[in-house]
């Protein structure tokens, strides 16, 4: 029976050694693909090499974990005797359709 062997981890270490003889251009053209590649300094892992594209996408998943733990802590003191609709916002803070309408961006913090 023919098995296909599917990339394991072992596939992405690579040791410091690579870098010194020249092979940095082969190394990052196989994280640009979506490889990222464990690098090993005298047999401990130094840093892992990781496309600027996974980078960004991993920090963008980071902030929408941080964005839900807040949610989520929020939630504990929700106290919907305290709530407010939007109606009632509005005319407390003197707001109204127009000027909700103009306003370019609206940020929440």
Do not use: H, W
């Amino acid at each position: 029976m023919n098995k296909t062997m599917s990339p394991s981890i072992f596939d992405d270490i690579i040791s410091i050694t690579e870098f010194n003889k020249g092979r940095a251009g082969k190394i990052f053209e196989s994280v640009k693909s979506g490889r990222p590649k464990i690098v090993f300094k005298n047999n401990v892992p130094e840093c892992i090499l990781i496309s600027p594209e996974q980078y960004k996408s991993m920090l963008d998943e980071l902030e929408d974990l941080q964005l839900i733990a807040l949610s989520d802590e929020r939630m504990k003191n929700y106290d919907s005797e305290r709530s407010l609709s939007s109606e009632e916002i509005n005319k407390k803070y003197g707001y109204n359709d127009p000027d909700l309408s103009d306003a370019d961006e609206i940020k929440f913090e």
